[in-house]
């Protein structure tokens, strides 16, 4: 079946401005991850959804960034006011179950590249 | 907060070497840890995942470990081949499922 897609594959932007990053995915998995990898680093946590509702959104770095999932399916993070520093790629990643105490497999998709002028 | 570090940072070996892979991490209080491949300009693509009641799995030429109270993991491959040639990423788990990755090895099989 399809796998986590993620919308646009690539983002360029100019400081400043607004962007939206979409999710899409595996259908039925009630958990997604938002995850921000700079070159040369392994991805970081952004926030977690179960179902519609943001359960941990400790890694968002600032109020610049916010994510929805209304319908608990597909996800959107915002980044208001973009800096340069916001550069990077943005993987989503979705999870059968994602409950506290249960383990399952992440899929990750292939990420958004932002770049802000 | 969990520090996961792995070493080397980048591998070149020779096609058909056994090769080893390295992950620690400093907080044994995980539920989970699981081993990404991730190829250039591609999202991450999941190998193994042990949960922490357990030592080990494998998967082909793939062997995972994992020794929690010492905060180690480590990713053999055997008979390493040059479609191997990927970076590897090693990643723990807390609460909710978040993962905690490292930096990742940079490996190359050189035919």
């Known amino acids: 079946g399809a796998g986590v897609s993620q919308t646009p594959s690539n983002k360029v932007t100019e400081k400043g401005k607004y962007v939206e990053l979409r999710c899409d995915p595996i259908?039925?998995?009630?958990?997604l991850y938002w995850y921000r990898q700079s070159l040369g680093q392994g991805p970081e946590f952004l926030i977690y959804?179960?179902?519609?509702?943001?359960?941990?959104d400790s890694g968002l770095p600032n109020d610049r960034f916010f994510a929805v999932r209304p319908e608990g399916s597909v996800s959107t993070l915002k980044i208001q006011r973009t800096e340069r520093g916001d550069s990077a790629v943005y993987l989503c990643a979705s999870s059968l179950r994602g409950l506290a105490g249960l383990t399952d497999t992440q899929y990750f998709g292939p990420g958004t590249r932002l770049t802000v002028l | 907060k969990q520090e996961v570090t792995q070493i080397p940072a980048a591998l070149s070996v020779p096609e058909g070497e056994n090769l080893v892979l390295n992950c620690s991490f400093t907080d044994s209080a995980i539920y989970n840890l699981q081993w990404f491949r991730q190829d250039p300009g591609k999202g991450l693509t999941s190998l193994l995942l042990?949960?922490?009641?357990?030592r080990e799995q494998t998967s082909g030429r793939l062997n995972a470990s994992l020794d929690k109270s010492s905060g180690r993991s480590t990713l053999y491959i055997a008979a390493s081949q040059p479609g191997d040639s990927a970076t590897y990423l090693c990643a723990v788990s807390g609460n909710f499922n978040k993962f905690y990755f490292g930096s990742g090895t940079k490996l190359n099989v050189k035919p």
């Open positions: 259908s039925g998995h009630t958990a």
């Open positions: 042990i949960q922490s009641s357990q």
């Open positions: 959804f179960q179902g519609t509702g943001a359960a941990d």
